[in-house]
Each structure stands twice: as C-alpha cells, then as structure tokens.
C-alpha cells in the first residue's frame, strides 16, 4: 500500500467513526414513545389549566365589576341623603322641619284637618 491510499483509507475510517458517532447522538437524543406520550399529556394538561385559568379570571373580574357598580350606585344613593341630612340641617326654623315631617312621613295632620284616601284602589 502507497501513502495516498493509506490516507484515503484513514480518512474512510475517520468517516466511518464519525458516522457511528452521529448514529449514537441521534439514538440518544430520540425520546421513547411511552415518554412523547407523557410530555404530551402533560402539555395538553397545562394548556387546559392556563385557559380554565384565564376564563375563571374574566369571570371574577366580571363580578368584580357588577359588585364596584353596585357600590358606585350605594354611593350615589348616600351622597344624596347625605346632602339632604345637610339640607335639613341648614335650616333655620326647625319647628317648620318637624311639621313637615309629621305631616309626610308619620301620617300627622293639623287639628280641623280633613284628608281623604282613595280606597278604590287604582
């Protein structure tokens, strides 16, 4: 054997090695059915519990927003008693608050006063 063939002959083994080696990285590297199967269902899981996650967020963010109306509304209701309490307050002549008061609210009537109700019903 001549130099040039010894060397194209090193070169086919190196080549060969090479091949053997890249086989056995490949091999390594593939996973086993059983283990694709399980990553798998284990994506699959995670993905569901994002989503289901995210939905049950919008869900009580939903909520969340009725029940802040809700308080806006509760609010609203008591700045305008609140403001009446100052009307009422603000008064000078109290005697004419009470009057008024008997009279709307507890049902009083001055004496020699008649009143009639309509008890025909609508």
């Given at each position: 054997m001549n130099e040039s063939e010894a060397r194209k002959a090193e070169k086919i083994r190196k080549n060969a090695q090479a091949v053997r080696k890249k086989r056995l990285s490949m091999k390594k590297?593939?996973?086993s059915p059983l283990m694709r199967f399980i990553i798998t269902?284990?994506?699959?899981?995670?993905?569901?519990?994002?989503?289901?996650?995210?939905?049950?967020t919008q869900a009580e963010i939903a909520e969340k927003k009725q029940e802040l109306d809700?308080?806006?509304e509760q609010a609203?209701?008591?700045e305008e008693q609140n403001a009446e309490y100052l009307s009422i307050l603000s008064e000078e002549d109290e005697r004419a608050?009470?009057?008024?008061y008997a009279v709307e609210v507890l049902?009083?009537?001055y004496p020699n006063e008649r009143r009639f109700y309509d008890t025909a019903g609508k």
């Open positions: 590297r593939q996973t269902v284990t994506s699959f899981v995670f993905v569901m519990y994002c989503v289901t996650s995210i939905i049950m809700l308080l806006y609203e209701k008591l608050f009470m009057e008024r049902g009083y009537a």
